[in-house]
């Protein structure tokens, strides 16, 4: 069992930062892939960005590519998500994921544990 605890949201101006955390318990974090996801009010939750177990693979959806950076620390058991430029349309509940494995899954539905979620909110 995983359980995933996300912190850092907020309300910020556009063009801001934010950097939000997600802290694991259990053994396994380093065999974990970790996913950033986000829901939109009235919206379908969509992919964010998405780590390996060593760090050394990620991906991100093309409408955060160059401004978001996943990032894990496995000595803590944290995931982050450093977000840059911020835009209104980036306004969302986000949440990290967790599956165990080595694929990078961009599918929600391929996640076993999840987080509660943050409120990110971006005014314009």
């Known amino acids: 069992q995983v359980q995933l605890v996300e912190s850092g949201g907020g309300l910020v101006q556009a063009g801001g930062s934010l950097r939000l955390s997600c802290a694991a318990s259990?053994?396994?974090?380093?065999?974990?892939?970790m996913g950033w996801f986000r829901q939109a009010p009235g919206k379908e939750r969509e992919f964010v960005a998405v780590i390996g177990g060593t760090g050394s693979s990620t991906a991100y959806a093309d409408s955060v590519k160059g401004r978001f950076t996943i990032s894990r620390d496995n000595t803590k058991n944290t995931v982050y998500l450093q977000m840059n430029s911020l835009k209104p349309e980036d306004t969302a509940v986000y949440s990290c994921?967790?599956?165990?494995?080595?694929?990078?899954?961009?599918?929600?539905?391929?996640?076993?544990?999840w987080g509660q979620g943050t409120q990110v909110t971006v005014s314009s």
């Open positions: 259990g053994r396994t974090f380093s065999r974990n892939v």
């Open positions: 994921a967790a599956r165990l494995g080595a694929i990078t899954y961009h599918s929600a539905s391929k996640y076993d544990y």
